[in-house]
Structure formats: structure tokens, C-alpha cells
């Protein structure tokens, strides 16, 4: 899509899935935002690649494992192409999905760890504190929340064991002087103070790198008794996947590609992204991305979702419902920009029942079948025009900007709200206009045709903008008016419906009204 304005690069990625089993709608959430933002970004002109993934090491991995009664690549290996297939499933246009158990991933993250060890940034000592294994992480005492983990509230317990670490602080005064010049560098705002104030301005402690307590890792090639610790292998991916060589012969696309323009990550990470990320990046003498952006959670009920609450949904339960599309737009339409998201089976009815079927849905049939009634399908445009026209006009064209505006803040679900608005502007106009009225006139017809013509043209301008967000739904829409997907430039204008083209004459239900009662006994059999 409009490639001829030529924005340039956009690389943006998302946070890896943890395998550690199949991913919950909580984390199916961030995937279809950031496919909403990458659709977005292409259609408006840049060469997106949008990377994606899954993290695929360590301690609770190798337990998983070991309770499966397989080895720890089988175990991935599974979870791997799950998470896959649900990314799938979603309908999601990522350019590279990443394992960190792929073969090159592997070995530039042994040739990082050496030349930051050669460099003096990584030695060698021994890390005792209390361990929390679901999180994979140290604490020391005052960081416990009454004695268990400050991250899951799980158990921890005493451990002592030979490590690398990295010089943490060696690099704080520069991240510090980073943030302060780059305010977009951290999103929402909330989060960047939350960082500075708790983490960084109290002084950073050096971070552990590399673990000998279990084995499923990448091996420190010159000492292979220590695998290399989380972060310094599930961060790296971002560089690793586009060709980045610790060598010095990186590859074109990552010539091209890097700095990242967005890492979109849920803000339970946030601390990893924006202050150990950076300082590795710095460590390597390489840019920092441009913007963190921490996305709330999407919560079940009152609490977010984990497998061991129990309180879990997924994505393919979900779409088996109500089918992709109605996900994807109840994920991006109830998630607000910096303060968590809710999701249970009867809102998603309440939404889809008041904001698809009947704004949408009904409205794209209503039309098709009035068009079909009282002209065969043709729609005309025969210029009577009334004021009102002026108004749905107006509407339909200022929209590109103002979604513009949003998706540039990344406030995805306020963009969708002004496209929404395009659909129920056009719903007032049928009450204003009441073609059923006209229609029983002889000297009305004209009036009526060009009712008819306004309210195609703003649904076809409605339905080019829902593109990135409701893919199928969107060309469905299209399809059944017979007309093309608008480009961006094309958007700015009204009035580019072909004068004389023809509906379908066999409009399909695009959402149908559920019963929320039914929908729940369906789930309980």
C-alpha cells in the first residue's frame, strides 16, 4: 500500500513469549496491537518488518521438561509452534518470528557475551540471595514483598551459586542522561518515572548474566559450565534477528533496520527493556531503540490472568465463538492506553452485540438492501443535496487525520473510536434522511439516490480505515459494495465511489446478534 510516499523504515517488535506453555489472551493481546500498529504504518507509506518470537531457555523450561518426560528442545519445540499457530490464528502479518533456540541466534549470543566479558563490561563471582524460580530472578531481602517474590508473590528460597555478572552501573549516569534528553524514549510517561524513581536514581546493582545451576541454556563458550542468563539472551533477539554479527559484519538489514523505532512489550517487563536493554546496547557501542512503549494488562474479572490462578481465556476458545475478527476488535477497541483492560464472555457479547452487529453490521446490510429495493443494486450519485450531507461528509473525511493523530500516540483504541464514529454518524443519517420516506415520493428519487450514494461512499471510507484492525471484516465490507480499498491519499477525498457501480445482491450477515445466556451454556458444555 502507498508506498509512494515513502516514509522510510519502520522496525518494531514485540516482546518474545515465554515457553513455557500456550499463551493466554492477555498475551495474545500485544501480538494483534502491534500487528494493528505494523498494518497501520505500512498502509500509511513505511517498509515495516516486524518481528516476533519466542524465548525459549531456562530453569523453569528445563522442569517442564523434565515432568513432560521429554527433553527441553521437544518441550519448546511444541510450545513454540502453538504460540505460532495462534499468532497465526490472529491473522497477524509479522515479517520474522525469531526462536532463541535458532542455530544463529545462539552463536552471536555466545560472541556478545565474550567480547563484553574481553571488554571488561562482564566478570566473574558468586550471586547469593533468595531465588524465585517461576521468575527466574534474584532479590535481596529488602526487595521481598512479606518474604515471597515482589514479581508472582511465589515462594523463594536461599541460593548460592557461581555467576557472571554485568557492570550495571558503569553505564547508569548515561541511561539517566538518555531519558531525560528523549522523553518519548519511555511510554506511557507513568512507566518512565516508575523506572527512574525506583531503579535508577537509587543506584543500579549489578546484574547476574549467566547461571550454573541448570543446563538449558546457551553455553558460555569459554567456560561451559554457566548457560547465559535470561536477559542477555531473550533481549538480544532483537538485534540478532535482523543479522547483527558482535564481529562487526552485520548484515544489510540491520544496517538498514537498526535502531528499532518501537519495542511494544507488556509493562510487567518494562524494567528489562528500558534499563538493562539500553545498557547492553551502550555496552556494544550500538543506538537505542527509539521508543519502549509498556501496554497494560488485559485482566480477567479482577486479576491478571496467569495459568496458575487458573483464571485464564484463550484466543482460539475465543475466536471459536466469535470468530478472529471480533476478538481482535474487543482487544484493541476495550484496552486503554496506560491503565489495564477487561475481559470476560458477556462483555464480549454486550460489545459485539451493541458495537458490531448493530453499528456495523446492521448498517453495512441496511444499505446493500435499500440499494438493492429501490434501484437494482446502482448506486448513483445525483448530487440533490441537503445540509446534512455536509455534515456526514465532513465526518468521513476528517477522520484519516484525526486516526492519524491517535496511531501516531499509539492510542489504538481511540483511533478505532473515531473510524466507529464514521458508522454511526452514518446510522443518524439514516434516521435523519429516512430513505423509506423518500422512496414512497416519485419526485424524491434523485434525493433518495444521493442518500444512498453518501452513505456507500462513507462505509467505503470507514471500511479502507478498519483495514489494519479488522483485516477480513474490512474487505469484506468492500467486497459486498463492490468498490476498492482506498490508499491513503485517496482517503483525503469523498466522492471517489464509482458513479454507477452496483452492490451485491446477496448481502451477508457480517456479525450476528448473540445470546448471552446461550453463548455461556455453549462454554459450560
Avoid at 530472578?137 to 515462594?155: H, M, R, T, Y
Avoid at 548515561?174 to 528523549?182: E, P, V, W, Y
Avoid at 491517535?406 to 483504541?413: E, G, N
Avoid at 479502507?464 to 471484516?473: A, G, V
Wanted: proline share 3%; with cysteine; aromatic share 12%.
Amino acid at each position: 500500500m502507498s508506498k509512494e510516499l515513502g516514509k522510510g523504515k519502520y522496525y518494531m517488535t514485540t516482546a518474545i513469549a515465554y515457553t513455557s506453555g500456550q499463551p493466554h489472551i492477555g498475551n495474545t493481546y500485544e501480538i494483534v496491537l502491534a500487528d494493528s500498529i505494523a498494518r497501520y504504518k505500512r498502509f500509511i507509506g513505511y517498509d515495516v518488518f516486524f518481528q516476533t518470537g519466542t524465548d525459549e531457555h531456562g530453569q523453569k523450561i528445563e522442569e517442564k521438561a523434565k515432568v513432560a518426560g521429554i527433553s527441553p528442545k521437544e518441550y519448546v519445540d511444541g510450545v513454540a509452534a502453538q504460540v505460532k499457530g495462534i499468532w497465526d490464528l490472529m491473522n497477524t502479518s509479522y515479517d520474522k518470528f525469531i526462536r532463541t533456540t535458532d542455530a544463529d541466534h545462539e552463536a552471536q549470543v555466545q560472541k556478545i557475551f565474550k567480547k563484553l566479558y574481553e571488554q571488561g563490561d562482564i566478570y566473574q563471582g558468586f550471586y547469593e540471595g533468595m531465588y524465585c524460580t517461576p521468575c527466574e530472578s534474584f532479590f535481596s531481602e529488602s526487595q521481598l514483598v512479606n518474604g515471597k517474590c515482589p514479581d508472582c508473590g511465589g515462594e523463594v528460597s536461599q541460593n548460592k551459586e557461581e555467576v557472571y555478572f554485568f557492570r550495571m552501573s558503569k553505564y547508569a549516569d548515561r541511561l539517566i542522561a538518555h531519558i531525560n534528553a528523549h522523553p518519548e524514549f519511555i511510554q506511557p510517561v507513568s512507566r518512565k518515572n516508575e523506572m527512574m524513581n525506583n531503579f535508577l536514581l537509587p543506584g543500579l546493582q549489578d546484574l547476574c548474566v549467566s547461571r550454573t545451576s541448570f543446563s538449558w541454556g546457551i553455553p558460555v563458550d569459554f567456560d561451559p559450565k554457566h548457560v547465559v542468563y535470561v536477559w542477555l539472551d531473550a533481549l538480544t533477539n532483537y538485534i540478532t534477528g535482523i543479522g547483527y554479527n558482535a564481529d562487526g559484519e552485520s548484515s544489510e538489514q540491520f544496517t538498514k533496520n537498526w535502531p528499532a523505532d518501537l519495542h511494544l512489550i507488556g509493562k510487567d517487563i518494562i524494567r528489562f527493556h528500558t534499563i538493562y536493554w539500553p545498557i547492553f546496547l551502550m555496552a556494544l557501542n550500538l543506538p537505542l531503540p527509539k521508543q519502549v512503549f509498556g501496554h497494560p494488562w488485559l485482566l480477567q474479572g479482577e486479576g491478571k490472568m496467569s495459568k496458575s490462578k487458573g483464571n485464564v481465556l484463550y484466543a482460539n476458545q475465543l475466536t471459536e465463538v466469535f470468530g478472529v475478527d471480533a476478538v481482535r476488535y474487543f482487544v484493541l477497541h476495550e484496552m486503554p492506553f496506560d491503565n489495564d483492560g477487561v475481559i470476560s464472555w458477556e462483555l464480549l457479547v454486550e460489545r459485539i452485540n451493541s458495537d458490531l452487529a448493530n453499528t456495523l453490521g446492521n448498517l453495512v446490510n441496511r444499505t446493500i438492501s435499500m440499494s438493492n429495493k429501490y434501484f437494482g443494486g446502482v448506486v448513483s450519485d445525483k448530487k440533490v443535496n441537503e445540509s446534512v450531507d455536509e455534515e456526514l461528509k465532513s465526518l468521513a473525511t476528517e477522520a484519516l487525520q484525526k486516526v492519524s493523530e491517535k496511531m501516531d500516540q499509539l492510542r489504538v483504541a481511540d483511533a478505532i473510536t473515531e473510524i466507529f464514529a464514521i458508522f454511526r454518524r452514518c446510522n443518524k443519517y439514516i434516521d435523519e434522511t429516512m430513505p423509506w420516506a423518500l422512496a414512497k415520493d416519485e419526485a424524491k428519487q434523485d434525493r433518495l439516490a444521493t442518500v444512498l450514494y453518501y452513505l456507500t461512499e462513507s462505509i467505503c471510507i470507514g471500511a479502507s480505515l478498519l483495514i489494519s484492525f479488522m483485516p477480513e471484516t474490512a474487505k469484506k465490507i468492500l467486497e459486498q459494495l463492490n468498490a476498492k480499498q482506498r490508499t491513503y491519499e485517496e482517503l483525503k477525498t469523498f466522492g471517489l465511489y464509482e458513479d454507477g457501480a452496483k452492490v451485491t445482491d446477496k448481502p451477508q450477515i457480517l456479525f450476528a446478534r448473540l445470546d448471552v445466556e446461550e453463548v455461556l451454556k455453549g462454554i459450560e458444555e
